[in-house]
């Protein structure tokens, strides 16, 4: 059913937005945050990369991208530990001012094309050849090296006092550490992957568009739990796997939809129910015990009767 193109184009989006889910993971999960910055953040990582790249630099182009979303992430941190503001408010003011900002970068100008600019991906087209899949040897390097620094990073002092902050903010701050700054170290560092992986997408499509980070969230939350449902919820190694894992999953997924002739439209739809089937797939088993269980029971009655 899958030809060898749709297979790699599957893999290299899937480990692309891997990223996103494992910002999801380290804000959503780690600090229980429910972080809304990450549409905004990601057309910014795309916006900053891909005026980077028509400059001539690309590379530089993904360093700038992850400083601008660790940025984006001080404001939403700033807002919620500092002026007040609810988290979930904090992330859409963030993501309301940034549509602005991402216009900005990229001239005013609605997309930015880069279809004769110099990027990564053409860089190890040079190095690799176009025998070897070279897009996906990019994509999975960055996603695996940001995969290792996170869980590295997760390992250290800081990274512990950070999950400890998402376990039991009032425990942390008996212990004398400021959760202010633990909750702005980590959105910091969640926001700069997210904006990475809009980098990354940005040269890999040679185009960064103003709308591409609609729906951000729920396509990171639906890798992430659909990594989860499959991986369980293990060590940190595993958790990491299973949102680069339900990533590429949910990218075979909307391949499938695809090749069913779904229409494009309906795609955001689909990811919205599978984030909704995935929620709540453990009440939906308990229901279904209880369930059967009932009709158990009313069977052995009527045994009893008869």
């Known amino acids: ?181 633990t909750v702005t170290v980590g959105l910091c560092i969640s926001n700069a992957m997210t904006a990475l992986s809009g980098a990354v997408l940005a040269q890999y499509q040679k185009s960064a568009d103003i709308n591409l980070g609609t729906g951000m969230v729920v396509i990171g939350l639906a890798s992430l739990i659909i990594g989860e449902t499959l991986l369980g919820r293990g060590g940190m190694w595993t958790k990491a796997a299973a949102a680069v894992a339900g990533s590429v999953i949910y990218r075979f997924i909307i391949a499938f939809a695809l090749r069913a002739n779904v229409p494009s439209e309906c795609l955001k739809l689909i990811s919205a129910i599978i984030v909704a089937l995935a929620i709540s797939a453990p009440a939906i088993k308990k229901n279904a015990a209880m369930v059967r269980r009932r009709r158990a029971a009313h069977k052995g009655r009527g045994r009893t009767h008869a």
């Not at 993904?62 to 400083?67: C, D, E, R, S």
């Not at 601008?68 to 941190?77: I, K, L, N, R, Y």
């Not at 950070?162 to 004398?176: K, L, W, Y």
């Open 1 to 181: 059913m899958f030809t060898s193109a749709i297979v790699l184009s599957a893999l290299e989006l899937g480990f692309i937005y891997a990223l996103v889910a494992m910002a999801l993971f380290l804000s959503f999960r780690v600090l229980n945050i429910a972080d809304m910055t990450t549409d905004g953040t990601f057309v910014l990582g795309c916006a900053v990369s891909a005026t980077a790249a028509v400059a001539g630099h690309p590379v530089l182009g993904l360093f700038l991208a992850m400083l601008a979303g660790s940025c984006a992430g001080f404001v939403t941190a700033f807002l919620q530990t500092r002026m007040g503001v609810p988290s979930i408010l904090a992330g859409i003011i963030t993501n309301t001012g940034l549509y602005t900002v991402n216009l900005a970068v990229m001239g005013f100008s609605s997309n930015v094309p880069m279809l004769k600019t110099e990027t990564i991906f053409t860089a190890a087209k040079e190095l690799f050849g176009e025998n070897l899949p070279y897009k996906l040897i990019v994509a999975a390097a960055i996603t695996v090296l940001v995969c290792v620094l996170l869980i590295a990073f997760l390992g250290t002092r800081l990274g512990l006092s950070i999950r400890a902050t998402g376990d039991n903010p009032d425990m942390v701050r008996a212990s004398s550490i400021n959760t202010a700054f």
